[in-house]
């Protein structure tokens, strides 16, 4: 059975600093999903990663991919208030059709 | 194009009612999906569709069915509410392809339910 777990859960940190969220899955995956929630709304996809060491960028974001290790890492660099969401991984695996197994989530609040 | 839209967007129940939750798309995407998303522990799969006419289980079936009668449409289905269905429902859809940009699922604006 796929798991995947994100860490930390919460997180609140100044505008300017630099962080990291992790994504751990239990099992081999293909692609993995990197999605951002604001309160009350539905889920905007951010990047799709494909390959061992696929790396992207948009903004302050940056997702990577090790999938020898199971290991994706969202970075975010100077952070801004904008960017106050929920984070999530999804993993995908195919049984019958493609898959989502979602993190639990990261709740990141950015202080001004 | 709307995209992935979804009717009602809140409602109430009692324990015991039924409802349906109306879920449609007009990217001609061949596989929708029903998620729930509880507090602390991300979206979960409930049923999904393959294709018009078909359905299929996910991860946390119980208490609910679907229907896909036809291609634009995925319908959820509360037999009889309980409590423990208090929630959002996502849906998604997305087009079977290996090529990143057709296999990405969107997802509609969610309907939160409670059931008191």
């Known amino acids: 059975e796929l798991k995947v777990e994100q860490n930390p859960l919460f997180l609140s940190m100044q505008e300017g600093k630099n962080y990291t969220i992790y994504c751990n899955y239990s099992t081999t995956s293909d692609r993995l999903y990197w999605y951002r929630q604001d309160p009350g709304k539905s889920l905007e996809s951010l990047f799709v990663l494909l390959s061992n060491g696929a790396v992207k960028q948009e903004g302050r974001l940056m997702a990577s991919l090790d999938t020898k290790a199971r290991l994706s890492t969202l970075h975010i660099t100077a952070a801004v208030h904008d960017l106050s969401a929920t984070y999530f991984c999804a993993v995908s695996h195919y049984q019958g059709a493609q898959k989502l197994v979602f993190g639990q989530g990261t709740r990141l609040t950015i202080n001004p | 194009n709307a995209g992935v839209t979804q009717t009602p967007k809140f409602r109430v129940l009692k324990t015991g009612q039924s409802m349906t939750l109306l879920c449609a798309q007009d990217?001609?995407?061949?596989?929708m999906y029903w998620y729930r998303q509880d507090p602390g522990m991300g979206l979960r799969l409930i049923h999904y569709?393959?294709?018009?006419?078909?359905?299929a289980k996910g991860e946390v079936p119980d208490g609910y069915n679907v229907s896909r009668l036809k291609k634009q449409n995925f319908l959820l289905g509360l037999e009889s509410a309980a409590p423990s269905q208090t929630s959002v429902y996502f849906c998604a859809s997305s087009y079977p392809n290996n090529r990143e940009e057709l296999d990405e699922q969107f997802f509609g604006p969610g309907t939160r339910l409670t059931v008191l």
């Open positions: 990217m001609n995407h061949e596989y």
């Open positions: 569709s393959v294709g018009e006419g078909t359905t």
